[in-house]
Structures are given as C-alpha cells and as structure tokens.
C-alpha cells in the first residue's frame, strides 16, 4: 500500500510540472562591449497562447525584457536594457526563449532569473554573466578626406565606441596637427566643453553636437571654413588609463564666393591698367587723352582697393587689409602729382594737385595708420603704469590733432575758399607739428612696443636733435661761411638720408613686440619717404626744395600707374591660389609686397624731382645715341640696296 502511494504522488508531481525550464549548468564569461546569448528554452514547444516569458534580474528584480501577448514588449524594460536586450522572436514558438545582451557593461555582471508562464503551469531557469576584465577604448573618425569650399561648415566625425559611458569619459581634446604645428581645437572636459580652450584662428568657429554626446559622438562643426584650416585633425579621447585617438584630414578647399571676387578684381585692375597704357600711347593727341589719364590714374587702383576689401574678409589679417586698402585708395593723389600731364591742368586745380594732392595722401594715410596702431596700443595699455598710459593718449592725441588740422586746412581754405585768421592759425600748427612728426611717430611707437626704460633721455636730448635735423633754416645758415648752393643742397640730401636711416631703424627695434612687427615697419618707411618728400617739396628756401615745374619722366609715371599695380595684383593672385592650394599663406603679409613697391615709386619721383637735370641730359644722351645708330643703319641700308638691285639684274 505504501509503495502504491508513493508512485501515485510522484506521478500526480510529473504531470502536474508540465514543462521543465533549462539554463546553462556554468556562468557566462563575456568580454566587455561583447554580445551574450543567456540561454533559457523548454524540452517542448509550448503554445504562443497566454505564454509570458519574463527575464529580470535576481538580485534587483529589474525588468529586463518581457514576452506577452504573443509579442515582445520593449516598453517596460528598465531603461538600461532598452535597445540591448532583444528575444529572438521567431524561436520562441519553438520553445527558445533566450535573450541575446549587446554591449556588455561591467555594471551587467549578476544573476538572471527566466521565468515562464503557460496557462497554469510555469517554470523558470537562472543565469549567470560574470565580465572580463580587459577594457576596451575604440576611437574612429572618417575613413576618407574632407574637401569643402572656403566659407562653408564642415563636420569632423569621431566616435567613441567603449564600455564607459559617455559621461565618464575624462576628456576628448580637438588638435590641429602636422609636422610644423599642434594647435588646439576645442577640449571636453568635466562634461561640458571649453571654448576658451581653443587657439584664437578656431575661437568662436567650432563646436560640439551637444545632443550628439550621450551617444558616444564627439564630432565636430567647424564654421566658416578658411584656407589655413586645411590639415589633419586628431580626436583624442582619454578615459582612466585608456586612450585612444583617431584623424580627420581636411583639404581640396575650393574658392569661396569672395575669393573668387578677389581674383576678378585682381585680373581686372591689371588689365585695366594694361588697356588704359595701350590706348594713351596710340591716341597721343586726342581730347579723349586726358580723360583717359585720369582713367588710368583711378579705375586700376579703386579696382585693388574693393581687391583689399574683399581680401580682407576673407583672408587677410585687419592690419594689412587697412593699411593696403588706405594706401590704394590714395595712391592717385600721388599719381596726379608725379604725372607728366600736370600742365594740361589750369587754374586752382593745377597749384591744387603741384602743391597739396601729395599731402593730402600723407596726412589722411598718416591718420589711418595711426588709428590702427592706437587700436593695438589699446589692448596694451592695461598693463602700463599710469604715467606712460598717459604720456602714450597724449602723442596719439597730438597726432591725430596736426593730421585734424591739417584736413580741415584742406577743406576749409582750398574748397570751402576761407582765409580766415583761425584756418591760418589751424594750419601753422599742423606745420610746426608735421616738422617733428618723425620724433612724435618714433615716441608714441617707443613708448607702446619698447621698452620705456629710457624715454626721459629720448624726450631731452634725441627730440631736439631731430627737430634741428628736419629744420631747412639750419642749411641756409651755412651761407654765412660760405658754402654754395650745391654743397648746401647736397649736405641737407645726405643728412635727410641719414634721419631716414635712423629713423628707419628706430621703427625696426621698436615694433619687435609687435605680432607684425615686419608689416608695420614697411608701412612706417614708406610714411617716412612721403614725409621727405613733403619736407624737400615744402622747404622754405627755393635751392631745397623741388621745383614746383620739375620734370616728370614718362617712364616713372608708368612704373607707378602700370607697374605697381601689376605687381601687387600679381602678388595678390598667387597669395590666394598658393594659399587655398597649400592650405597656408606664403608671404603672410602682403604689405611685405605692397610697400616695399610703392616706396620704390616714391623713391624714383624723389630723385627725378632732385635730381631732374642731370636725368634730362642723360635721357637726351641716350635718345640721341639711339638716334644716331639709327641714321647710320638706314644709310648703311641705302647704300646695299643699290648694290644687291644691280646684282639682280645682271646675274
């Protein structure tokens, strides 16, 4: 009777179980980042109606993933699991109700409990995950080169495929990097971006998809991009004792739309200057000939200034973009002086060009450079004492004061016609300014970007010194002892040279500080030929100074209205195309260019000015010596051709 029982309760027990729920008998060893299957299936399939299979963890009792319903309900997982943690739903009819975790975390180690329900009865299986230890850090950014037109955005990609989660990743850093330079992009780190980190060519120009980080992305926007951000980037990403980095390399960067204006603008202005020198020359006496010399005076030189313009939106530093665009601008007013065509002009207009055209370009060019050299010295001038802030605001101020008066001298007694005893007065102290405007120029540079420590001995014995140097009533003096007009007036050359040449190098030691110090020393030496030249056009003494009728040389003329503007297109064009080409800038200022040109310019009006006699005579010389030749090679002709026709008729 008792074994009878005893098979009874344990059939009752087998039938009653229905189904049994297998698991694996070991743990789950899975690397991190990998994908697991947790097995978990039943010996026969058992029917998709009212079948519910839930998979939580043991020890949290977390929802991991849940069949119900006949389908797979991803919207009561925990959120950790979501997207992670998937059935493979087309064997669970089959009775295979394993779930599949993809990347694997190391907080996912732990005991997972199967459970499964089918009409009345149910059963259920525990597995375990434990992680391995190796750590995984994976960076990739694009497999192929970026190429964009300047001005447009660009994204650098780079992810980061890891177990660490997004927000504990220490620090993801942005560098520009190549065999010349290492330049930082943009850092991230403490979970937030810092823009200050970046060098000051990117501030403002890269940024983050914020949204884009929880994911693992760490790409970058980069904004209006130029010529010199072609190169390779590097994403370096640092978690613990990981890192890993990977590269985006940017190039074939296009013209942009303002560029290519550039080029137009350039070609233009060189062929304008081209065309216009073409049609002077075959129309020599034509009552077009005037109007098309002013053509060549203005149209190629406003052309280069919109070049500038332009130039220096899209590439150029504000320094050279103002200091060139100012000196295209004015440049016909020396032009006019220095043409050969001046006595075609009558009146008022004629004394106004032979007297003031000149000046006019140096004071207004004077003013410009100043207001950018102030803007500089601003930045500076925070970390001065009190004193020199002060003593810096004032030789600003003084010469912003001569240059003042002198544009209202302008305006006022020339084309407003006023004479009165104020303009009289406006006008001398720009005068008695403008003699010792090289000292004021070498101080307010002295005092901003040198160094200070000896301004009181410049102040007392250097200024009076050049004040002495730049006075012409010092040179007629040496009458008295009997010196000649020529000696005079060659002594007064060589000692205007000799201040040139100190002042020059005064300018050089004083803008080492300067980021531009090479720029800015070309601009100051061409401001310091135009004042020679104002100061010999402008002496008091007839023998000084030149005459007012000296003659202009063609040939001068056309090195200033062709010449110069064909060289500094010329070097404005390859500047561009090298630079969106090599992703660099050659030169890196074209005032290197534009300046050293234009002095040269001056420098030849100045000695055809001095010098104009001896220059005439030996054009004439010349001209001559070529006339001879000529003569005697059409009378060496005449005489063989009489030969070689009575050879012809009697071979």
Known sequence: MDLLMFIFVAAVAVISDGFTVHGPSDPLVAPLGSSVVLPCYVDEPLPVKDLEVEWRRTDSEALVHLYQDGESRAEVQQEDYQDRANFFTDQIQHGNFSLRLDNLRAEDEGEYTCKVYSQQDSGETVVQIKVDNVERLLVSGSSRSISASVGEDVTLNCSVDSHIKPEHIEEVSWRKTDEKEDIPVLLYQNN?????????QYRDRVEFFTDEIPKGNFSLRLKSVRTEDKGVYMCQVFAGRLSANATVVLEKLGFSALQIMVLILSIAASGSALLLCCLIYCISHD????RLHLSLVLCPNMIMFFAFVFWGVSDGSVNETVCCSALYFLRPLLLLWAAPYINKFTGKIKTWIQEYSYVAEYVVFSFVVYSALFKTAWQKLLNYAEFERVVIIVLFSIVFLSCLCKIIH???????????RIIKIIDLVADIIFEIL?????MILFYTFGSTGGAGFIIVVILPVFMMMTNDRWFFRCRRVGCSRSVIRTVMIIFTLVMNAVMIGLYIM??????????WGCVLVFLQIL???MKFTDATFSYLRL?????????????????????????LITELILKTVNGDRTLGDLRFIVFPVECLFVVSVLISGLFESKIASC?????????????????????????????LENP
Request: charged share 25%.
């Open 192 to 200: 937030e971006a810092l823009p200050d980190s970046s060098d000051e």
């Open 410 to 420: 302008f305006l006022v007694s020339e084309i407003g016609k006023k004479t009165r």
């Open 510 to 519: 004083t803008l080492e500080k300067t980021t531009d110090p090479i720029g």
């Open 547 to 571: 005459s007012q009728g000296f003659q202009r040389f063609v040939l001068m003329y056309v090195f200033g209205s062709v010449g110069v503007v064909l060289l500094t297109s010329a070097a």
């Open 531 to 533: 004042w020679t030249v």
């Open 619 to 647: 054009l004439k010389s010349c001209q001559d010596s070529v006339r001879s030749r000529r003569v005697k090679r059409s009378q060496q002709n005449q005489n063989q051709n009489p030969e070689e026709t009575e050879m």
């Open 438 to 442: 090289p000292t004021l120029q070498f």
């Open 287 to 290: 009552d077009s000939f005037l």
